[in-house]
């Protein structure tokens, strides 16, 4: 049975806005360089503001946690973890998201969802009328866990996230030929 759905993507709160308001931080910076130094020295000083601005996007937004029916994928930094469900014995919450495997390993989550408070209860409403988004995370990821696809020679896949990788490499060259055209 395939899963039409898309993969549900969890993902530390707030990152997407701080990413974007990084981004508008750093376009500016980089055209307020280009206008008062010109624009060779704006290429020159480009590296080191999108170098930042790389560590913004993988810490808060390439690190994530994405579920669904056949397994989750948990990306930590820039190494890529796939767990097929089968492996997961348990998933609980310390300080970040932890999924113990069958073979005892844990695999914490450095991107992921954490446990909501409570919703308030208006005066005339039920705990009933409240909708199904409320829910936490950790419970919607129990919930795919319960209705996964039994895989019991699945293998827990490591990856490496390349392109984010690539980035970083191109950004660095471009840092040292900003330091030796400077120098």
Not at 85 to 94: C, D, E, N, Q
């Amino acid at each position: 049975m395939t899963d039409a759905r898309p993969a549900r993507v969890f993902r530390v709160t707030g990152s997407v806005v701080l990413f974007v308001l990084c981004a508008l931080i750093a376009a500016a910076l980089l055209v307020d360089a280009a206008v008062r130094s010109g624009v060779v020295l704006a290429v020159l000083l480009a590296p080191w503001i999108l170098l930042v601005l790389w560590a913004v996007y993988v810490v808060g937004i390439a690190s994530d946690v994405r579920a669904d029916r056949r397994g989750v994928r948990v990306q930590n930094l820039l190494r890529r973890t796939w767990i097929p469900w089968s492996r997961v014995k348990r998933i609980a919450m310390r300080w970040q998201l932890e999924l113990t495997l069958d073979d005892g390993a844990v695999v914490r989550c450095f991107g992921s969802p954490g446990r909501s408070r409570p919703r308030r209860i208006g005066p005339e409403r039920t705990r009933e009328d409240g909708n199904e988004t409320a829910e936490d995370g950790i419970s919607r990821m129990q919930r795919l866990r319960l209705d996964a696809e039994s895989q019991p020679d699945a293998v827990v896949v490591r990856t490496w996230d390349w392109a984010s990788i690539i980035g970083l490499a191109v950004l660095v060259a471009w840092a040292a030929v900003a330091v030796v055209a400077t120098r």
